[in-house]
């Protein structure tokens, strides 16, 4: 398979009306589904893949794994799960967070509200029947009166229009739907585009295989270690003692994750301070790194020392001083998603991988049996895309959406997204998304911002219900405010400052808006509690 493709499978069976219709059977819709339930309404969930858990169902390239610990990359809605469940490393490859997804799913007993194989294709809000109808590829038609978009923000995998892609006549692979029966690269010549963190965590392992791995990369990536290990079972003990405390901590940090955070300056220690606190963070490990020292990611000179620690490292460990030159970014650490590899910059020293640099000098074009760059050909036998998503709205405006008055999404964000805290859009009734554009999402540890977004989708519903209400609409006021709020903080933080997938950068015609909303979790929670409480201010109910 080389694109994300449903077989038209189980969901064609005649017209069917539930309450709430679900896009989507990654974690979002799962928990979605299973919260709806518990209130009472009927919930019919959609699904373009064959099973649920979404990002790892899709993404089981080689050394597929989750940079938030498990211990934190987890439901916490329910206590009994998170303490039967035994993770079993720091950070817990792919298969083990599928299957614990397929536990979810088991131990919920969800699977009968979802129909797998199942892309939605289009959806249009009927005014006068105050419903939204949903077309699939499945074929029959599902009407409902809420329609929840849990098509998740890095979904939509990105191919790049190469010329010349589909003559290469050897094996082709994207990381972000790679075969589920795995791939044996044993003595094969390779070619990745990419050194995002699907590429940094796949080298290494493709490299252990391969005969010959060339990697092309446009833009080189900072990368700290993960020193993943199996996990300690004192540990596993001491964080189930008191987990919602551990959760508790989690949720009152902005990235939602509990992590020690140090608020000074990097410019306020001496330099042999600041290289001891940077050492300790290596030696730790993973995305804490970014936490050394507060101002990081807001002023750029601060941001330097730790860029040029990283740099430092990449020369210690990649041998040949010009490959490590190659290796090293230039722009801000942070700026672009952190990447935590194991083994990456260490692969370059072997004699089997070789670094081409695509960025001064674009691919020229793929060929049948490999591709050319600069005039020179450069010869595989398989060709591993690692080029990422159509990040947050990417999965939302593949479906065709048409709300009041028959307007479509994708004419809507034509300049880019639009949204009500991420979790709505004015124009478009009934409609929520998860984990959105215009919220916390991909800058936080997505487990808690999913939870916190059905849970306040589910009690808005029962709002509705309990008062006899059947339409809600984010008012274009707020929306606006809201939009003009996630700017001027996106502009406060050096991440909105370079070439990014959280500005749409990736892809070629994407309007550059920073996405994300990049206040913190804490501050975003306030103010959708907030915005409850009042009654749901910013939204017309009738
Ligand atoms: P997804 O898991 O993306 O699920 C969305 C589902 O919607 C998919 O199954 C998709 O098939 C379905 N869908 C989309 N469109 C349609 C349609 N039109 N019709 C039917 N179905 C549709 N986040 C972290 O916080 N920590 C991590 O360590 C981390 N690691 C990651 C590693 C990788 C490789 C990737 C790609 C992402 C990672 N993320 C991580 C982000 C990750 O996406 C989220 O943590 C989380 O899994 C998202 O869950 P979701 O349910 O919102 O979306
Ligand atoms: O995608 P990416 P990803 N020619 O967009 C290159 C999460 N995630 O799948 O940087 C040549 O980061 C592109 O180059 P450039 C995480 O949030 C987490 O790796 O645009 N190259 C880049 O190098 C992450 O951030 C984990 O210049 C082209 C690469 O392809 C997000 O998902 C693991 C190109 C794409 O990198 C996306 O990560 C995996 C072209 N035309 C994913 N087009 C964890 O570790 C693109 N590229 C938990």
Redesign the pocket.
């Known amino acids: 398979m080389t694109e994300r493709q449903s077989n038209g499978g189980n969901g064609a069976a005649g017209p069917v009306d539930v309450d709430v219709a679900v896009v989507g059977a990654g974690f979002a819709g799962m928990y979605m589904l299973h919260r709806l339930r518990g209130f009472g309404f009927s919930v019919r969930v959609l699904e373009a893949g064959g099973g649920v858990g979404g990002t790892w169902y899709w ?1 089981r390239y080689p050394g ?5 610990e498990s211990m934190q990359y987890s439901y916490q809605f329910s206590d009994a799960l998170q303490q039967d469940w035994e993770w079993s490393e720091r ?1 817990a490859p792919q298969p083990e967070i599928l299957r614990y997804a397929e536990h979810v799913a088991d131990r919920f007993d969800l699977r009968r509200d979802i129909r797998f194989e199942t892309t939605v294709t289009a959806a249009r809000f009927d005014e006068d029947g105050r419903r939204w109808t949903v077309e699939t590829d499945a074929g029959g038609t599902l009407t409902a009166r809420y329609l929840v978009m849990a098509t998740g923000c ?1 979904s939509a995998p ?1 191919t ?1 229009t ?1 010329k010349g892609l589909d003559d290469f006549a050897g094996r082709r692979f994207h ?2 739907y790679w075969p589920p029966a795995g791939v044996d690269f044993t003595g094969r010549r390779v070619g990745v ?9 796949s080298i290494p392992l493709i490299a252990e295989q391969a005969a010959h791995l060339h990697v ?4 080189p ?1 900072y990368a700290v270690p993960a020193h993943n290990a199996p996990l300690d079972p004192e540990d596993v003990r001491r964080v189930k003692a008191d987990y919602a405390g551990l959760r508790a901590r989690a949720r009152a940090m902005p990235p939602a994750f509990d992590y020690v955070f140090n608020p000074r300056s990097a410019l306020e220690v001496s330099d042999d301070e600041r290289r001891r606190v940077y050492e300790a963070r290596w030696a730790d490990g993973g995305l804490g790194f970014m936490g050394a020292f507060g101002d990081l990611l807001l002023d750029e000179a601060a941001n330097e020392t730790a860029a040029a620690f990283v740099r430092g490292k990449i020369r210690e460990i990649v041998r040949d001083p010009a490959v490590a030159q190659r290796l090293s970014p230039d722009n801000v650490i942070g700026c ?2 952190l ?2 590899d194991t083994g990456y910059y260490a692969t370059y020293n072997r004699s089997n991988v070789t670094l081409v640099d ?2 001064e000098t ?2 020229d074009r793929i060929t049948a049996t490999g591709l050319a760059v600069a005039g020179r050909a450069y010869e595989f036998d398989d060709l591993v ?5 159509d ?1 947050m709205t990417g999965a939302l405006l593949r479906i065709d959406i048409a709300g009041r008055g028959g307007r479509r999404l994708q004419d809507k964000w034509h300049g880019g997204p639009r949204t009500y805290l991420g979790l709505a859009i004015a124009g478009f009734p009934n409609l929520f998304t998860i984990t959105g554009p215009g919220s916390p999402s ?1 800058l936080t540890n997505m487990l808690p911002s999913i939870e916190q977004h059905v849970e306040w989708i589910a009690d808005c519903l029962v709002h509705q219900r309990d008062r006899g209400h059947d339409v809600i609409e984010a008012e274009t006021a707020a929306e606006d405010a809201w939009v003009q709020h996630v700017n001027d903080t996106a502009d406060l933080s050096l991440r909105s400052t370079c ?3 959280y500005v749409g ?2 892809v070629p015609g994407k309007p550059r808006v920073f996405m994300p909303y990049i206040g913190g979790f804490p501050t975003y929670v306030d103010k959708c509690d907030t915005v409850a409480a009042n009654g749901y201010e910013g939204f017309a109910l009738a």
Do not use: E, H, M
């Not at 895309?385 to 998503?389: E, K, P, Q, S």
């Open positions: 993404n597929a794994r989750c940079d938030v950070y890095l990105n790049p190469f990381t972000g585009i990419g050194t995002g963190s699907s590429a940094v965590q092309f990369q446009r833009t990536n672009k998603r990447c935590v695509v960025g674009p691919i895309l690692a080029t990422g998503f990040a991909v070439s990014s997938w950068a990736n």
